[in-house]
T-cell receptor, first 118, second 114 residues
Framework: EADIYQTPRYLVIGTGKKITLECSQT?????MYWYQQDPGMELHLIHY???????EKGDLSSESTVSRIRTEHFPLTLESARPSHTSQYLC?????????????????FGEGSRLTVL | KNQVEQSPQSLIILEGKNCTLQ??????????LRWYKQDTGRGPVSLTI?????NTKSNGRYTATLDADTKQSSLHITASQLSDSASYIC?????????????FGRGTQLTVWP
């Protein structure tokens, strides 16, 4: 079973608030990702990291920011939330180079954080 | 344009019946194809992975097939159970995790009724 955790699972906040979605994994994975998922739509990559102090923007433009100060921790921050940010945010990780699953790239997902901005 | 298309969008079946979900892709070059199961309110979990040389792979009641020539994959579920109710997502990788990227389908929402 994957050991990747997201908090909070559900968050309802007002417009303009700053929020941080937490993501931690205990598998020692180098690569971590944030995806945004809306009902009936495909997952969209918004941020990824290949290691400590490495972060890149994904395919979907996002006003959020991320940091990777520790291997196991990959938080996502929204400085000023808006209703358009309402969505499901999924964090994922994949194995380090040289691991059995690194070539095939299995993603291990957290349970997700459902954000509602009023 | 690299794409992954899944069909049907949604499916309702009775418990104990079989069903087949389809995934067509245009991703090139092709590295591998995974099927993920996503329960409501949870993160996706990998069911199977298919590489270029593999035609069929089973994981319990789940059997995935791959036709790399026609760029089609299917996921067959045998003797469905209520717990099979979920979204099934097809994900195609173009070069593997190190250098490549992943292309996601929109999923097939399967509902199993008692």
């Amino acid at each position: 079973e994957a050991d990747i955790y997201q908090t909070p699972r559900y968050l309802v906040i007002g417009t303009g608030k700053k929020i941080t979605l937490e993501c931690s994994q205990t598998m020692g994975h180098d690569k971590m990702y944030w995806y945004q998922q809306d009902p009936g739509m495909e997952l969209h990559l918004i941020h990824y990291s290949y290691g400590v102090n490495s972060t890149e923007k994904g395919d979907l433009s996002s006003e959020s920011t991320v940091s990777r100060i520790r291997t196991e921790h990959f938080p996502l921050t929204l400085e000023s939330a808006r209703p358009s940010h309402t969505s499901q945010y999924l964090c994922a990780s994949s194995g380090p180079s040289g691991a059995k699953d690194s070539r095939t790239g299995e993603l291990f997902f957290g349970e997700g954080s459902r954000l509602t901005v009023l | 344009k690299n794409q992954v298309e899944q069909s049907p969008q949604s499916l309702i079946i009775l418990e104990g019946k079989n069903c087949t979900l389809q995934c067509n892709y245009t991703v090139s070059p092709f590295s591998n194809l995974r099927w993920y199961k996503q329960d409501t309110g949870r993160g996706p979990v990998s069911l199977t992975i298919m590489t270029f040389s593999e035609n069929t792979k089973s994981n319990g009641r789940y059997t995935a097939t791959l036709d790399a020539d026609t760029k089609q994959s299917s996921l067959h579920i045998t003797a469905s159970q209520l717990s099979d109710s979920a979204s099934y997502i097809c994900v195609v990788s173009d070069r593997g995790s190190t250098l490549g990227r992943l292309y996601f389908g929109r999923g097939t929402q399967l509902t199993v009724w008692p």
